[in-house]
């Protein structure tokens, strides 16, 4: 009986922390609605041979996180203006251009529950849709007065970019440190959460200060999904995800779990996870099967969760400059629920 009433205890707290969640997004609903509007428009603007290809990868949805954190940082300092829904709309395309550059590395044939565009049409073209998106979204962030501001969105495109030619110059590479990988994801994933966090806030003009505060949640709120991310990529289901799974692991991207179990010094165990991850074997499915079993048995993915809520902790701190209000505590509820997934992958 009183196991009973501990996990239902435990489903009740994991209910309340989604409803958070949800109430953080509908904070911001009616700005979401109209980006998402901002954002079919502007793939009706490329040429028509090629807006077709743009609205049906701008069109697949997503949890549009970037440009909920832009209006919420924006609501957290000031107000909500046109020109943070235009920096909703420039982070978006950016980073479903890049979406769409990962899932032809990858090979990827579905995203968000949908062929993926290389699936559809092949990788040369999807290689130039994803140009193209990259340079609409910066074109579209020149019409800032505040040449600050996109000079800063060109750094965190650069950043995405730069993460992923390290990360794919380093497939198969089995010397990758624990801290050359933290970088990588610092650059192709939390850059433009980074920047969505503090560009909210430097569009209200508020303290250097505080947008650095905003900058820095953005950017351990970034490390900590993408170290998320990769786990699922290990031990999710592709029901749930929406994506196609285990790509990582058969491209030679070596994250976090893989990274740790590979640095307990275990010389048996290093030995097969080097034929599992560079091929050997004639059951290629098997081997990473065993390979998820033994980064749960080891510690190394319990690891890599711990790390992951280390950082979430580190960026709500950096958010006691900030004033109470609920766009704040909206932020600090998308933080908290980032760690409640975590928390769903060690069981």
Known sequence: MEEREKEEKKMAGLAEEEQRFRDAFALVSPQIAEVERRIREQAQRFDPGVGGYAEYVCGAGGKRLRPVLALLSAGATGKISDGHLDLAVILELIHVASLVHDDIMDGADVRR?????????????????????????????????????????????????????????????????????????????????????????????????????????????????????????????????????????????????????????????????????LGGGDAPETGEEDLVGLLRASGALGRSVADAKKLLAEGDAALAGLAESPFRDALLSISSFVGKLLGDIEK
């Open 113 to 277: 529950d949908q062929a993926t565009a290389n699936a559809k049409w092949g990788n040369a073209i999807t290689v130039l849709l994803g140009d193209a998106l990259f340079a609409h979204a910066l074109r579209l962030a020149t019409s800032f007065e505040n040449t600050e501001i996109c000079r800063r969105i060109a750094d965190a495109s650069v950043d995405v970019c730069s993460g992923e030619i390290l990360q794919t110059r380093r497939r198969f590479d089995l010397s990758l440190a624990v801290q050359e990988y933290y970088k990588i994801i610092e650059m192709k994933t939390a850059a433009l959460f980074a920047a969505a966090c503090e560009l909210g806030a430097v569009l209200n003009g508020c303290d250097a200060e505080v947008a650095r505060g905003l900058e820095s949640f953005g950017r351990k709120l970034g490390m900590a999904y993408q170290i998320y991310d990769d786990c699922v990529d290990l031990v999710g289901s592709e029901d749930v995800a929406g994506k196609t799974l285990g790509t990582d692991l058969r491209k030679g991207k070596f994250t976090l779990p893989v990274l740790v179990l590979l640095g307990q010094g275990d010389a048996g165990v290093s030995e097969k996870i080097r034929q599992v991850l």
